[in-house]
């Protein structure tokens, strides 16, 4: 059986290289939502004040007061509650029971992670935090089985076809990148009416990227910045500019949105095959790197969103003007219960 994911380096998955942060309502008791799905603050913030956790799981260290987590440790704690809500949202997706079999082999996988830790001295976790690492897990473990059985039935590709609405809503553009230094020359193009795809022959630092005549792409696929201002684009003009950023770099485009498109499930018969293939045999970390990616919003006072950061790897990126540290939202009183929510 495939080893779910490895919990080190903040646990993050390997997946696709196209991020997203959706869009949602800023409220002070969540931390995120995936798929509409909460992730409190108060769990996320649990996690983060945990030491054992931090060091044993995060392979970090925990630097707290009364008010300011480590916005470093925080935004992993988050990405880690994420995975874990959109790994129960998809038991009740797919049907699934977590089997006692399933529940022990968490408990002794969470035991070898503990043990092989780096972390100094031994590691003691709270009841609850050992009950969400082993829930975790164990879901983990049972939805990967169910993948592994995924095949080119007719089931099986409505099912994909319904979890993933944001793969089929597609729109056709044209983008050009704007490097540093070029982007007085973007204004006047864009001000003379320049056709977006001459752009590149008329001065260095503009790089056609896209081109809507040759493919659409899914809305939910597209960095967040740019997925908002598609939003309210008007077809057949050139929009921007559009900031970009992620822990590798800042990026700044101009678009032109031609058309916007659904595609049915019969169109996308080819396409669910291919996912259908590839799930079976990447099971989880291919379907969570899917699904946080493409249906998951993350409160401004944490990060910019989920996105993929260096190595491949799955982050939630540092907010807009990142500060060292997050300031936590406060929780109202009575607002969440103790211990780890069941799906939050």
Request: charged letters at 20%.
């Amino acid at each position: 059986m495939r080893r779910l994911l490895p919990l080190s380096a903040a646990a993050v998955l390997c997946a696709a290289s196209l991020t997203l942060s959706a869009c949602g309502t800023t409220a002070a008791d969540n931390a995120a939502t995936v798929q509409g799905k909460p992730v409190t603050t108060k769990s996320v913030n649990d996690l983060a004040e945990d030491g054992p956790f931090v060091r044993a799981v995060l392979g970090a260290t925990t630097q707290t007061d009364e008010s300011v987590l480590d916005g470093d440790v925080a935004r992993q704690a988050l990405l880690f509650q994420m995975q874990r809500t959109a790994l129960l949202n998809e038991l009740e997706r797919f049907n699934l029971k977590i089997s006692a079999s399933d529940r022990s082999a968490a408990e002794s996988q969470l035991a070898q992670v503990l043990a092989n830790s780096n972390a100094p001295g031994p590691e003691k976790l709270s009841a609850a935090t050992r009950t969400t690492l082993t829930d975790f897990l164990a879901a983990g473990s049972a939805l990967d089985q169910r993948l592994g059985q995924l095949t080119a039935s007719p089931k099986d590709l409505d099912l994909l076809y319904g979890a993933t609405p944001s793969l089929w809503e597609r729109v056709c553009i044209s983008v050009v990148q704007v490097q540093p230094g070029s982007e007085a020359l973007a204004q006047r193009l864009a001000k003379q009416g320049v056709r977006l795809e001459s752009w590149e022959s008329k001065g260095k630092g503009l790089t056609l990227v896209a081109e809507s005549k040759k493919s659409c792409l899914p809305v939910g696929r597209l960095p967040g910045p740019l997925a908002k201002k598609i939003e309210t684009a008007k077809v057949g003009a050139v929009a921007g500019p559009v900031v970009v950023s992620d822990p590798q770099a800042t990026a700044v485009y101009w678009f032109r949105l031609d058309s916007r498109t659904t595609v049915t499930r019969k169109a996308a018969t080819t396409e669910l095959k291919g996912l259908a293939a590839n799930l079976a045999k990447e099971g989880a970390s291919a379907w969570l790197g899917l699904v946080l990616l493409t249906d998951t919003w993350v409160n401004p006072q944490y990060g910019s969103g989920v996105e993929v950061g260096s190595q491949g790897r799955l982050v939630v990126g540092r907010p807009a003007a990142p500060p060292s540290e997050v300031t936590v939202p406060q929780v109202p009183g009575g607002a969440t219960g103790g211990g780890a929510p069941s799906n939050g």
